[in-house]
């Protein structure tokens, strides 16, 4: 009921005005809302440039131990010594990353996580395991997406790692079959009687950070939504004083002129004014004619 009554009591421009704020408020915060849905999309997909960039090295690093350095440096050391710095590819990948990570990339996550590992640190969490699985069951090739980790949002891109033949069965299925050293360093967790060679039991997980980006993309918003609102602000004054003088103003000046008229009075002075533009001073011309037409009338009767 009050609003019926305020609507009732408000004139056309304070309609008007009212009308445009909304549809400017409307407008403001699409365009905030696409501002920082564009900034993510293309944050993700520098965060996935990023990542991809990071997997190709590590993939051709451990390629290339695997195929070139490996087996040169297994020809050279005793068959019950193992150096991880040597003959590690999770190891050797692992110090070079870290350094990496530490020196370049502050922020980013390299992990060779994996279901049993020797390295404890390589241990993967809950969200991990999960990734590990769903390469076991659906069998793709790469998993992509975003996760929190520690209250920070991250764009992950992960790989599996399967065992490779009988040089990974070797270190990761029977304590009895693996080099003395490598029991020595890391006792006898991470083997699993049960492995298989093609097995998945591990993945390559990338982490890059999208906190600076998510920060980035709201303030982004945030900018374009004040400038946004500041022209909005600004073009509802200049609308509100246009049709304080070219509508508002002459059309109370008509209705007054009118009035006058309804009484008689100053019957012979013009409705037209200088203020009046446009359509207003279209209806004023038809209004004064017709003001003409009552004085024309009024004379006849006063002649007759």
Known sequence: MALKNLRKTLGIRAKFIIMMAILGVIALVGIGYGAYTFSMQASMKEADTKARMMEAYVKAGRAYFMKEQRPLINALVEADRFYPELQSGFGITRRILDQVQEKALLGFQFKQASLVPHHPPNKADLFEQSIIKRF?????????????????????????????????????????????????????????????????????????????????????????????????????????????IRIVKPLMELSARTQEVSVGRNLDKSLLSAKMKDEVETLARSIDRLRISLVKMLKRRKND
């Open 136 to 244: 076991q069951v659906e069998k793709k090739q790469e998993l992509t997406g975003t996760v929190d980790k520690d209250g920070k949002p991250f764009y992950y891109r992960s790989r599996p790692i399967k065992m490779a033949g009988g040089d990974c069965l070797r270190c990761h299925k029977d304590p009895a079959d693996a080099p003395k050293d490598l029991l020595e360093l890391y006792g006898t967790d991470g083997f699993d009687a049960n492995f298989k060679s093609g097995d998945v039991f591990a993945a390559y997980m990338v982490y890059v950070p999208l906190g600076p980006a998510v920060e980035a993309a709201k303030t982004q918003a945030a900018i374009l939504f004040a400038g946004g609102a500041l022209m909005t602000v600004f073009g509802l004054l200049v609308i509100y004083f246009f049709l304080d």
